[in-house]
C-alpha cells in the first residue's frame, strides 16, 4: 500500500508561482513512476505532467509545457510540482498518482494505482 499527501496548493494571482508536493509512504515510491492530474470542476481530469522512477525522463502536457517543471527526491519520498507563470485557467484541485513498478514517465489516469486526496490551486486574474 502507498499512501500520498499532497501540499502546497492555495489562492495566487495570475503570473505567480507555487510548489505543490506529494508525500509517499511505503517503499516502492523509488520504483514508481509519478503524475500530476488536475481536475476542474465540470471538467474531465487530465494528465499535467509525468516522471520516470529516477527522475531520468519528464512528461508535460502541451498546456503547462515551459511553466510547470515536475520532480522528485526519492530519498525524501516526495514528488514535487513547481508551477510558474500560473494562469486562472490553471484553477483546479491538483492530484498526485503513483505506478508502483511504472518504468515510464506517460500513463493516463486508470494506469495509476495509488492517488492523493487532492490539493486546490486557484489563479485569480
Known amino acids: 500500500q502507498v499512501q500520498l499527501v499532497e501540499s502546497g496548493g492555495g489562492l495566487v494571482q495570475a503570473g505567480g508561482s507555487l510548489r505543490l508536493s506529494c508525500a509517499a509512504s511505503?517503499?516502492?515510491?523509488?520504483?514508481?513512476?509519478m503524475g500530476w492530474f488536475r481536475q476542474a470542476p465540470g471538467k474531465e481530469r487530465e494528465s499535467v505532467a509525468g516522471?520516470?522512477?529516477?527522475?531520468?525522463?519528464?512528461y508535460y502536457a502541451d498546456s503547462v509545457k515551459g511553466r510547470f517543471t515536475i520532480s522528485r527526491d526519492n530519498a525524501k519520498n516526495t514528488g514535487y510540482l513547481q508551477m510558474n507563470r500560473l494562469k486562472p485557467e490553471d484553477t483546479a484541485v491538483y492530484y498526485c498518482?503513483?505506478?508502483?513498478?511504472?518504468?515510464?514517465?506517460?500513463?493516463?489516469?486508470?494506469?495509476?494505482?495509488?492517488w492523493g486526496q487532492g490539493t486546490q490551486v486557484t489563479v485569480s486574474s
Open positions: 516522471i520516470s522512477w529516477s527522475g531520468g525522463r519528464t
Open positions: 498518482a503513483v505506478k508502483p513498478y511504472g518504468y515510464g514517465m506517460e500513463y493516463t489516469a486508470r494506469d495509476y494505482d495509488y
Open positions: 511505503g517503499r516502492t515510491f523509488s520504483s514508481s513512476a
